[in-house]
């Protein structure tokens, strides 16, 4: 297996799609937030709790894989215009020889599973208590919003106005 981030870009290696996401859903920081937000939680967050998540539960590679697809969905082409590692995109254009429209669309499809992995995760029964899986979706969530209609990470100037509609002028119950 060749070396990963760094040297597959100084090595203009694209790596298999297996290799790229073993990488990028860790590299996403996703995995790394959700835990850290459990910090802030005080006495929901148990010894326990932590422990289940550095496991790499289904939910949390769900909302993970969420984050990366559409993440590269959105982003690789705008990359590619830099010196950056190849994206999921282009990782699985290249080995398996089929059209970016093809691999969005699996991509897509990837996310709408991750989604349905993310809605077990809440229909079986855990010993957590719901704020702990509720961190995990709302991280889904945020993604979902962000990069649903464009690419409002790198284009955070798009997301103005419904920060605007949400703390200026919320609705009122």
């Known amino acids: 297996m060749k070396p990963s981030g760094a040297k597959w870009r100084q090595e203009n290696y694209?790596?298999?799609?297996?290799?790229?996401?073993?990488?990028?859903?860790?590299?996403?920081?996703?995995?790394?937030?959700?835990?850290?937000?459990?910090?802030?939680?005080?006495?929901?967050?148990?010894?326990?709790?932590?422990?289940w998540i550095s496991n790499d539960p289904k939910i949390l590679k769900a909302s993970t894989t969420i984050c990366r697809l559409m993440d590269d969905i959105v982003s690789h082409e705008f990359e590619q215009t830099r010196d950056h590692v190849a994206s999921g995109v282009e990782c699985?254009?290249?080995?398996?020889?089929?059209?970016?429209?093809?691999?969005?669309?699996?991509?897509?499809?990837?996310?709408?599973?991750?989604?349905?992995?993310?809605?077990?995760?809440?229909?079986?029964?855990?010993?957590?208590?719901?704020?702990?899986?509720?961190v995990v979706l709302n991280f889904a969530r945020v993604i979902d919003f962000i990069y649903k209609d464009g690419d409002s990470y790198t284009n955070s100037h798009t997301l103005k106005a419904h920060i605007e509609l949400l703390l200026v002028d919320p609705v009122i119950l």
């Open 14 to 51: 694209v790596p298999t799609i297996e290799e790229y996401m073993q990488v990028a859903l860790i590299s996403s920081g996703y995995p790394m937030l959700i835990t850290n937000s459990y910090v802030a939680m005080g006495e929901v967050a148990t010894k326990e709790a932590f422990h």
């Open 92 to 134: 699985y254009m290249k080995q398996y020889g089929v059209s970016r429209e093809e691999t969005v669309k699996l991509f897509q499809e990837d996310v709408a599973n991750a989604w349905k992995d993310i809605n077990e995760g809440f229909m079986k029964p855990t010993i957590f208590p719901m704020p702990i899986l509720t």
